[in-house]
């Protein structure tokens, strides 16, 4: 949620990650340098549920990610569906996603903390949005320029 001026506005994961890749992609933040970005989100289906026309299809999408060959894999949450727990996340989104694990920016979605937490997930997602210059707001909030985001 980010709140100006008292009036609270929600923003999607996807939204707030579209935005950060608009800016991180323009040429004024990116000077003479060419970046390649993939950004996703609600992704992987529970292990060994069916691939169809329209559904789980992570695999693919993974293999499409790889094609492109992208500097970064930007993450706006629900990754792992329906619950977030470590032998789901293990056995679907990390097996199609896994490979790109050191070029990730993550953004956690409601999905992340439904039912068992992956371990040290709060951590992961701060070191690496740390690195990029973001803050990660989990149950606190920031000011920026006067306006406040929780």
């Given at each position: 949620?980010?709140?100006i001026n008292g009036m609270?506005?929600?923003?999607?994961?996807?939204?707030?990650?579209?935005?950060?890749?608009?800016?991180?992609?323009?040429?004024?933040?990116?000077?003479?340098?060419?970046?390649?970005?993939?950004?996703?989100?609600?992704?992987?289906?529970?292990?060994?549920?069916?691939?169809?026309?329209?559904?789980?299809?992570?695999?693919?999408?993974?293999?499409l990610t790889r094609r492109?060959?992208?500097?970064?894999?930007?993450?706006?949450?629900?990754?792992?569906?329906?619950?977030?727990?470590?032998?789901?996340?293990?056995?679907?989104?990390?097996?199609?996603?896994?490979?790109?694990?050191?070029?990730?920016?993550?953004?956690?979605?409601?999905?992340?903390?439904?039912?068992?937490?992956?371990?040290?997930?709060?951590?992961?997602?701060?070191?690496?949005?740390?690195?990029?210059?973001?803050?990660?707001?989990?149950?606190?909030?920031?000011?920026?320029?006067?306006?406040?985001?929780?």
């Amino acid at each position: 949620m980010v709140d100006i001026n008292g009036m609270c506005i929600r923003l999607s994961a996807l939204a707030v990650a579209a935005t950060a890749m608009a800016l991180f992609a323009s040429p004024a933040a990116a000077g003479s340098a060419t970046r390649s970005i993939v950004a996703l989100g609600d992704i992987a289906c529970k292990p060994g549920e069916a691939v169809t026309a329209s559904k789980c299809r992570h695999g693919q999408v993974a293999d499409l990610t790889r094609r492109l060959s992208p500097d970064q894999l930007w993450l706006a949450g629900d990754l792992q569906y329906d619950v977030g727990a470590t032998a789901a996340f293990n056995g679907s989104f990390d097996k199609a996603f896994g490979r790109f694990r050191p070029i990730w920016r993550p953004v956690p979605g409601n999905h992340e903390y439904y039912g068992e937490n992956l371990p040290g997930l709060g951590a992961a997602m701060r070191l690496y949005a740390k690195a990029a210059g973001i803050t990660v707001l989990d149950r606190d909030e920031a000011v920026i320029g006067g306006v406040r985001f929780l």
